[in-house]
Structure formats: structure tokens, C-alpha cells
């Protein structure tokens, strides 16, 4: 079993916990993820991790209360504890020699990109951290991000905070501004990572997408997290999570996973529903 050490609801939908998990703690290095489980009889849920803390032996995931599995886990709070929690997995994020880069999170994907961003601004590379948002009151990690950048843009969807419009209006502000950057790191929904990679190939940047398809084991097993990369299968768990994203099949990875979004709505109304009679 494993503690919830500290609980912060970021805004209504968004949630970081801290899980005191040590052995993880020592081994983690950004762009790692977790994959944990609630109870006994939950699904397994892949999370990216978000921090941790040598101190007290705990590894921060932050996550969006969308589905029936991280609503539940939602419901948990500090002291509590879970089913399981293992880790790290996936290849750490490379961060080669670079000296100068942009980091793109859109909405929850700001989760990971602040922990990339920081390792990079602390490794003393020049950060530019466009984020994005639909609305003000969704707005998370702003003060933590503030510390991770040389310079963040903050993008709303109805201009009302920071500059209106998406991640790929910031993005090709700044690479119209100065287009020498040694690399462009994504992170947000597959949708925003499509066309991010479209505005950076106009630009010839090298860029990097985090991919989080369908996940079971976590090990390569199942081969449920499957992707397409220059026309070759790779598998995100243990090929990733990042990846080239002028070289992803977004078509056939948007297709995959939208697969199961009938049984999760199916799962949710139950949850519901139990809940109702409980109160």
C-alpha cells in the first residue's frame, strides 16, 4: 500500500498528489511516468511524474479527474492510501546538448511540461514555456512555471488571461520572432501535438511529442500502447513516451484513443450513480 502524502486541488478537475513511494524516488528522472491503481479491483492508470521529493520518499503526479478511475482517485485524500504504485517506466526525456528550446504544454499537459522545463532551465538551457489554457479559471502551475522558464507565454482560448488564442499562435510568435531554437518539446492533448508539429516542420526545429495512448502493463507486454513512427510499430511504454512529431501517425493514434470512450462514460454513470445513493 502506498500513502498519499500531500493533496492540492490545482482548479475543479485538476488534482496533485504526492505518493510516498521511495525506491521510485531514487530511480526517477524526467519524462518518466508511473503507473498506479486505486484498489485492488481498479484499472491501471499510467501517470507522467511530476516531481519528486528525496525528503520524504514522495512522487508527485498531477491528473484530471475525466474518467471513472482518476475520478476515484480523485475521492482520496491525504493519509489515505492505494492499491499500487510502480515505477519509474519509459525512457527518460533526452536533453542531448541543447542550449536553447521551447516547452509546449497545453492544459493538462502543462503537468509535464513544467518538470521538463525545469530540469532544462536548471541544466542552465534558455527556456521559452508557451502554455495554454481555455480559460483563466483553468490556469495551473503558474508560479512553479514562472520558476522554469526564461521567459513563459500564457495563451487562453478566450483571451482572458495572458494573450488570447492557442498554443500554436504562441509558438509561431516566437518562432517568427527567432526561429534558432535546438528543439521544441510537446505536451498536451493529441489534437494540439498534431498541429504544434505542423507549425514547427515550417520551421525546420527538431521536435519532441510525449505520447500517452492506451496503456495496460506498462512493460511492452500487451502491446495495447502501440504507435506508428516513420512507418514503423513502436510501443510508447517502453519505445517512449517521447517521440519525433514529424514522424507520428496522428490520425491512427487519435483513432486509437477514442476507442474505449463508450465504456468509460458507461463506467462514470455508474460511479455516479452509487455515489447519489450513498449522500
Known sequence: MYKILKKRDLNESNVLMEIEAPRVVKKAL????VILRVDENGERIPLTIAGVDHETGGVRVIFQKVGYSTTLLGEKN???????????LGKPTDFEDFKKVIVV???????????????????GVEVDLVVGFKTKDLIILEDEMKEAATRL??????GSYGKKGFTTDGLDAVLAEDPNYDAVFVFGP???MKF????????????????????????????????TVGGET???????????????????????SAM?????AEAMAKHKCRMEGMS
Open 234 to 256: 513502436k510501443f510508447a511504454c517502453v519505445d517512449g513516451p517521447d517521440f519525433d512529431g514529424h514522424l507520428v501517425d496522428w490520425d491512427e493514434f487519435m483513432r486509437r
Open 78 to 88: 491525504e493519509g489515505d492510501y492505494i492499491c499500487d504504485f510502480a515505477g519509474p
Open 190 to 192: 493529441p489534437i494540439m
Open 105 to 123: 504544454g497545453g492544459g493538462l499537459g502543462c503537468a509535464i511540461a513544467y518538470p521538463i522545463a525545469k530540469a532544462l532551465f536548471d541544466k
Open 196 to 227: 504544434i508539429a505542423q507549425v514547427t516542420k515550417k520551421y525546420g526545429v527538431k521536435t519532441i511529442v510525449s505520447m500517452n495512448p492506451i496503456m495496460i502493463d506498462g512493460t511492452g507486454m500487451c502491446g495495447g500502447c502501440r504507435i
Open 153 to 158: 507565454h500564457i495563451m487562453t482560448d478566450d
Open 30 to 33: 524526467p519524462g518518466q511516468f
Open 260 to 264: 474505449y470512450k463508450e465504456q468509460e
